[in-house]
Every structure is written in structure tokens, then in C-alpha cells.
RNA sequence: GCGCCCGUAGCUCAACCGGAUAGAGCAACGGCCUUCUAAGCCGUAGGUUACAGGUUCGAUUCCUGUCGGGUGCGCCA
């Protein structure tokens, strides 16, 4: 149980005992330090339910309050709050707890089987920036929720199929022919994906070719079908060569493509047939969709079905839905896409329900998120108004990174320097992002986020290496020895520490990274400023021992929590 | 036209089912390195939370309207 959960037990035990059971303990961590550590605001509600005074009111809740051993002070503040300080032995004995704990004391009660879709490139492109957002935020999800204990599948959605491929390898087999290296190439998809869309807006016998191998590739022609599968080895290798430099976990076992779900296109629109969902318009066979409305305020048309018989991405996204339930069994299916997609998901998750594709049970969530800007306010492009490639952003991030760190450290030797670097400057680039509400569109800025000052991933490493610091000039301690809580910074810290729990449970209930990241900060200050009051090498005995202790707890929290983030830490900076 | 999101300090961002004096960082100014890494710590200054109403003990948060911005809405994904 977490702290919080604890402290609103015992409030809402209280509540009921003087006669308000239903009343909400409205427990949340104090605003202000002075009103101590947890404050329950229901009192005010509850006495207003109760016509009675809420001073009076909140007398009687704290006289039925049992924090027995758990609080050292409860008081009285304002018009009817409860403030709560935390009793430092029983905060010390809470953070050894954890601290011993394999998950930290994050550890779920209830296990789901967690599908989340995200990063999906499109496989004819060149991965840029607009894939990092789905990319490290599917990524931080994927790792609190396993760390807590959930089972989690990912799924890399990624576009693999469409018209464009009959282009690229109607493409490809040319190249091949005027006898030029592929390989080279596609060495520069981008570039080659550019040079293919040339050909075929010039070349009208090209764009037929192009539009026989979609035909081709679609009726499974053995030798075309070759070729697109080429290409996409190809692509996937330069995913692959961006996920591990962004240190994302993402697999080919976790490719589950367009491409998949070909031969269950046809069933989906038999089933919604059959369920008497789709009617024939215009050609196209189409859900109606009562729940929204199109511009003449009648029901909305959600095709599934071209009137040319192909298929689109409403239709994958419909039999994606029901492999993730029928197939994966999964209990919550998250979907790591731009916030643009809203109404697209919205109408997806109707009609699988409507057409029995999940059970009722199954959560569907649309973990959306805003545009990432340039400093002029619109979507991040180059100087030039081209696409940023990720590879290119990561490689610039490690080089400012770079220079910085050999500014600061002009002693270390180079390769140490590019190692730090490349730590620091990969993992201010996710944090800048990370740390940031995900649904908002936000601005990204070289220079705040390089600056390695302030509320950026830096910042927290730094803490981390300060505590490697002592470590390494500590000699043999024990990392587990009696925390021993006597100053103000060690009780703040403390108290941080053994939140926690409680806000992985958030992270994972709102999927929002930024919660950690805010948390991974107060606790980075907290540190700091336990550092500077609080010596830990030159105290002694029982003293030392609990600070070294203090210290381990830290170290190991910071670490998993930037681990969660995908974010690396360093033994020194 | 309708839907969704947003408008908070000069800049970038927070604010946990409505809670106390709206918090951080950057930038500015002032302190702190014979003491565990100064990528740090402490302090000062900076706000009519776009605007106008409403709901209530209490509103950045909920409701209505206005202005401003973004985005989406039938055969791309």
C-alpha cells in the first residue's frame, strides 16, 4: 500500500466513524511545507453535506484519526484542513522497506496484459523527429508498466504497405538494372524515397510499373514480394540502428506491421456485414456512426472499404483492435499516436465495440500527444523547411553534448568524453520531452534543453554521479543501515523517496510520463539540497551510516526512475 | 459549419477527482567553492491564470459566452 493510499484509508476511516462513510478523504501531499506532508481536504465537502461547521467537523475526524506510528503531528489549518506530518521513524522504516524491494514497493495488486502501439514508422521513409514523441513515450510506458509488474506487449505498427511500396520497388528493380549500387542507395532512404516519387510524377511508363507492382505485390507475386521484402529489411535496420541509439527497447518481434492484418481486411468488413453495421455509399461500404456527426450534422460516415474494394487504415486499425483482444488477450490496449488522430480513435474503438471486436472490459485508450515545434512556433522542420531526421537530431544532440562536456572536463580522456556525451545528450533530448504533459504541443529548443541547467536530464544524472562520488570515496558501508531521520533535508528527502509508489501507480493510470519526470526532479532537489546541509563522509557512526544509507536510496531511486524513462545514468560526469 | 485541444511570469513549462499565499527552470540581479563533483546551493525581482459572466465556503481547474491560436471532419496513413 502506498503512502498515499495509507493516509486516505485511515482519513476515510475517520470520515465514516464520525458519520460521513461516503465522503472523499480528498488526501493529497501537502501544497506547502509548512502544512507538513499530506493534507486531507474532504473535511470542508463533508461538513457542508453535514450543514456543520468544518473546524468543528475536522476536530472530530482527527479525534477518530488513528496514525498511530505513521504521523507525528496531525493538525488543524484554514477553514477545515487536516495537515499531516509524517513520523520520521516511521519514514525511515518505509524507505528501508522499498529500498529492499525489487520494484521499489511499486509492485501492481492487480496484473493486466498491457498491448501498446507505439513508435510505427513508415517503413518507405526514413525514421524523423516526428516519430520520437510515440517512440520514447511508448517506450517509458512500456518500461514503468513491465517494472510494476504488468505484462506488456508492444507493438510496432509499423507502414509497411500502401502504393507507395509498388513505387519504391518498381524503383528498386531499375536501380538494380542501370547497374548503381542499391545498397548506397538506400543507404539514404529519404533520399531514395524521393528520387522514386520524381520517377513517377515524370514518368508516366514508370507510375504504370509502379501500379503494377502494387497489384503485384497485393496478389503475392513471389518475385515482387522479394523485393518489398528487401526493402523492408533494409528500413527496419535503420529503425533499428535509430532505436538502439536512442536506447528504446523496440525489437523486430515486436513488428507487427499493416501488412499483418492483410488477410483479416475481408473478414473485418464480413463481420460488420453480418452485425448489419455497414451500408453501401456511394460505392463504399461505410459505418454509420451515430455518436458523431459530419458537417450536415448527420451521422458520420467511417469507410472500411474503398468503392475500388481496397482497403484502409480504418479497416487495419479495426482488425488490429480485435488480434489485440482475441489473439493477445489483452486487458488494456494503448495507442501512442498524434493527438490529430483523436477522432480517428474514437471512431475506431466505437465500432470494435459495436461490432463485439474487444469486450466491454477491455480498455482502449488513445494515449495522445501534442506537435513538436521549432522556436518559431511552427512544426519542427531544418532551416531549409525539410524534415528533420532522427538520426541527424541524435547525432547534433551528442555533439553540443560534447562540447559541453569537454568545457566542463577538459581532462578526461576523449572516448570518456564521447561516452558522457553520448548519455547526457541522448538523454536530454528525451527528457526535454519527456518531462513535458504529452498532450500539449511543445517547443523544441536546442538551447533550453542543452543548456544542462535546470529541470533537464543532466541535472538529474549529475545528482547521481555526486552520489557515485561519495560512494566511491566512502570505502565498505551498508547500504541498508538504519536511516536515522534528524534534519529537515533528511525528512524531505525521505518523505520523496517514499512517494514513489504512488506516482508510478499515476504515471501508469494517466500514461503520463511527466508525472516521473517532475517526481525524478523534486527528488534530484531534494538531494541537492540534503548534500549541501546534510555532510555525509565527514559525519560519523550512526550518523554517517544512515546518510550512506539515505544516499543508496537515492542513488537506486534515481536510477530506476531514469531507467524508466530510458534515460542512463553515469558514475561520473 | 461542427468536433477536439490550447491561451498561466519576458521565454520554456508545471499545478494530482475544485483547496490555503498559482509553482519550477531559463534569462536578470545579489550571495556561497582552504569541506563529499559549482552541470550545484541560497536569496531578490517577476502574475488581473486571454476576456466577461455564472456555480460555491473556495475556481488556473467546472458551466456559458466572446476574442485569439492549433488541429480534425467520405474513399491517404
Not at 464520525?18 to 506532508?37: K, L, N, Q, T
Not at 520520521?88 to 522504516?93: E, K, R, S, T
Not at 501508469?508 to 546541509?533: G, V
Request: charged share 25%; aromatic share 8%; glycine share 8%.
Amino acid at each position: 500500500m502506498t503512502l498515499h493510499e495509507l493516509i486516505s484509508t485511515r482519513v476515510a476511516a475517520a470520515l465514516a466513524a464520525v458519520g460521513v462513510p461516503d465522503a472523499p478523504a480528498a488526501v493529497a501531499p501537502a501544497s506547502r511545507p509548512e502544512f507538513g506532508d499530506y493534507q486531507a481536504n474532504g473535511v470542508m465537502g463533508a461538513a457542508k453535506k453535514l450543514k456543520q461547521n468544518p473546524r468543528e467537523l475536522a476536530g472530530k475526524v482527527i479525534d477518530a484519526l488513528d496514525l498511530a506510528g505513521i504521523a507525528s503531528k496531525i493538525e488543524i489549518a484554514g477553514p477545515g484542513f487536516i495537515n499531516i506530518t509524517l513520523d520520521d521513524g516511521f519514514l525511515a522504516a518505509q524507505v528501508a522497506r522499498q529500498h529492499g524491494d525489487v520494484r521499489l514497493g511499486a509492485g501492481t495488486d492487480v496484473m493486466q496484459k498491457v498491448v501498446i502501439d507505439y513508435s510505427s514508422p513508415n517503413l518507405a521513409k526514413e525514421m524523423h523527429v516526428g516519430h520520437l514523441r510515440s517512440t520514447i513515450i511508448g517506450d517509458a510506458l512500456a518500461r514503468v508498466l513491465r517494472f510494476m509488474g504488468h505484462e506488456v506487449i508492444a507493438q510496432n505498427h509499423v507502414g509497411d504497405w500502401g502504393t507507395q511500396f509498388g513505387m519504391l520497388t518498381a524503383y528498386l528493380v531499375e536501380r538494380e538494372e542501370d547497374g548503381s549500387d542499391d545498397m548506397l542507395a538506400l543507404d539514404d532512404l529519404e533520399g531514395f524515397y524521393r528520387a522514386a516519387k520524381l520517377r513517377f510524377d515524370e514518368d508516366e511508363a514508370f507510375a504504370t510499373r509502379a501500379r503494377d507492382y502494387v497489384v503485384k505485390l497485393q496478389s503475392g507475386d513471389v518475385r515482387v514480394r522479394a523485393l518489398w521484402e528487401r526493402f523492408l529489411d533494409i528500413s527496419l535496420t535503420h529503425c533499428e540502428a535509430v532505436y538502439a541509439r536512442l536506447g528504446v527497447q523496440l525489437t523486430r518481434d515486436d513488428v507487427m506491421g499493416e501488412s499483418a492484418y492483410n488477410d483479416d481486411l475481408a473478414p473485418v468488413v464480413a463481420d460488420l456485414k453480418a452485425k448489419g453495421l455497414v451500408t453501401e455509399s456511394e460505392g463504399a461500404q461505410v459505418v454509420f456512426l451515430d455518436e458523431f456527426k459530419n458537417k450536415d450534422g448527420e451521422p458520420q460516415a467511417y469507410i472500411v472499404q474503398k468503392q475500388d474494394g481496397g482497403f484502409l487504415y480504418s479497416t487495419s486499425d479495426l482488425a488490429a483492435a480485435r488480434y489485440r483482444a482475441d489473439k493477445l488477450k489483452a486487458d488494456r490496449a494503448l495507442y501512442v499516436v498524434d493527438a490529430r488522430q483523436g477522432l480517428h480513435f474514437q471512431q475506431v474503438f466505437t465500432v470494435a465495440r459495436k461490432a463485439g471486436f474487444v469486450p466491454a472490459d477491455m480498455q482502449l485508450e488513445h494515449v495522445a500527444f501534442g506537435t513538436m515545434m521549432g522556436e518559431d512556433g511552427k512544426p519542427f522542420k531544418t532551416r531549409s523547411g525539410g524534415v528533420v531526421k532522427l538520426a541527424e537530431l541524435l547525432a547534433e544532440a551528442e555533439q553540443r553534448a560534447f562540447d559541453l562536456v569537454s568545457s566542463k572536463n577538459p581532462d578526461l580522456d576523449e572516448a570518456t568524453r564521447r561516452q558522457i556525451a553520448r548519455v547526457v545528450g541522448i538523454g536530454a533530448v528525451k527528457y526535454a520531452d519527456l518531462s513535458k504533459h504529452r498532450t500539449s504541443d511543445y517547443v523544441f529548443d536546442w538551447n533550453t534543453m542543452l543548456s544542462f541547467e535546470g529541470n533537464t536530464a543532466p541535472y538529474l544524472q549529475y545528482a547521481y554521479t555526486r552520489i557515485a562520488s561519495i560512494f566511491r570515496q566512502a570505502g565498505e558501508f551498508d547500504a541498508h543501515a538504519a536511516i536515522r531521520i534528524t534534519e529537515p533535508a533528511e525528512h524531505q528527502l525521505a518523505l520523496q523517496l517514499a512517494q514513489f509508489p504512488e506516482l508510478l501507480q499515476q504515471v501508469a493510470a494517466d500514461t503520463c510520463p511527466h508525472f516521473l519526470c517532475a517526481y525524478l526532479y523534486q527528488l534530484a532537489t531534494k538531494f541537492s539540497r540534503f548534500y549541501e546541509a546534510c555532510p555525509v563522509l565527514k559525519s560519523e557512526g550512526d550518523v554517517r551510516a544512515s546518510r550512506l544509507a539515505l544516499c543508496a536510496a537515492t542513488a537506486k531511486t534515481l536510477s530506476t526512475g531514469l531507467g524508466l524513462l530510458g534515460i542512463e545514468v553515469l558514475e561520473a560526469m
